[in-house]
């Protein structure tokens, strides 16, 4: 039987703003991606978001971004390699302190927006994040574009590394992510995204904007929690994977070195 882990960007609300379903869609994922106030998020979020994930048995993951607020970190910046470094150090610890006190772990590390895209085929700001990584847990898992230039770095450096996909977002020949500035680059249609994500996990491949197909290696495929149906497609898709003999799980964790 196939494997396939379920990730969802959470915890993206801050002070009186509210964002995502993450109540509603924390039941049918495996790993939770949340926030750290750089893209969204706050204090009080992120021991909410983290208390939630515990609660249903969910692998917590620190969801790093540029320090871009009003942008919702999908706004590329010049920005350097020890740059990068220190801004994936800050946030990743920030998010372990309240999993520590919550009495469990950081499980995992993935970036978001604008940094996950640059990072993708940057193998300088790849490195970058891949070491601040490894330097405050080499236990931990790092997610990244799959067959990109992010889990290449981590794997060099021995890392854990977890190749993703995207169920409702574009793919281009490369196998890069369709722009969000491209028409089409969001799959908004809830029977088209289920579609695609069953055909990566059980063929290993998906369908370009241009009509070929690309080979993709699936560790995890990536439920967006901002959709304005997110927990009817994470519903939708835990239960159309199953159907089609792909067992919906978290990846093990790698003893710590």
Known sequence: MAAIDLNCDMGESYGAWTMGQDAQVMP?????????G??????????????????????????VSLPDLQ????REMRITANEVYAMTLY???ALAAFTRAAGTRLQHV??????????ATDKALADAIARAVRDLDPALRLYGLAGSALPLAGSA???????ETF???????????????????VLENVDAAVAQAVEIA???RVKCRDGQFVALHADSICVHGDRPNAAEFAQRLNRELKAANVEVAAPLHRNKP
């Open 28 to 36: 049918w994922i495996t790993a939770a991606n949340i926030a750290c």
């Open 38 to 63: 750089f893209h969204g998020g706050d204090f009080s979020t992120m021991q909410k978001t983290v208390a939630l994930a515990v609660s249903h048995k969910v692998a917590i993951g620190a969801h």
């Open 157 to 163: 450096i021995g890392l854990h590394v977890i190749n």
């Open 202 to 204: 059980t063929q290993g």
């Open 110 to 119: 993935k970036p978001h927006g604008a940094l996950y895209n640059m990072a």
């Open 71 to 74: 942008g919702f970190g999908r």
């Open 167 to 185: 169920a409702d977002r574009r793919y281009e020949p490369d196998g890069t992510l369709t722009p969000r500035s491209e028409p089409g680059a």
């Open 91 to 93: 946030q990743v610890g």
